[in-house]
Nanobody, 123 residues
Framework: VQLQASGGGLVQAGGSLRLSCEVSGRTFSILTMGWFRQAPGKEREFVGV????????NYGDSVKGRFTISRDNAKNTVYLQMNSLKPEDTAVYYC?????????????????WGQGTQVTVSS
């Protein structure tokens, strides 16, 4: 399984970005896709997760109401729509997949990780 994240960039506070994570390889066993982020000097943080079947989602407290995860099964792609961005959202964003159906906020059980895409929000 390979994950390719894209869509990062520089945006002003209050703006929007949409990240994409294209999944290739043995995708049929993937049950959930997660987004995480890591800012310089900080631990990796849970952003959100989506279950492929049914589209159930869960979000971290810091992004609830501003970020939305969706998926396009035909394209094997998961999206992270980020609105009302704040400077504190600046981080490298990673997508990850796991053969596990829970939409909990844990980093546990993720089998594959994408390479990360940089998001920078200027004030």
């Amino acid at each position: 399984v390979q994950l390719q994240a894209s869509g990062g960039g520089l945006v002003q506070a209050g703006g929007s970005l949409r990240l994409s994570c294209e999944v290739s390889g043995r995708t049929f066993s993937i049950l959930t896709m997660g987004w995480f982020r890591q800012a310089p000097g900080k631990e990796r943080e849970f952003v959100g997760v989506i279950r492929w079947s049914g589209g159930i989602t869960n979000y971290g407290d810091s992004v609830k109401g501003r970020f939305t995860i969706s998926r396009d099964n035909a394209k094997n792609t998961v999206y992270l729509q980020m609105n009302s961005l704040k400077p504190e959202d600046t981080a490298v964003y990673y997508c990850a997949s796991r053969y596990y159906g829970s939409v909990d906020a844990s980093e546990a059980n993720y089998n594959y990780w994408g390479q990360g895409t940089q998001v920078t929000v200027s004030s």
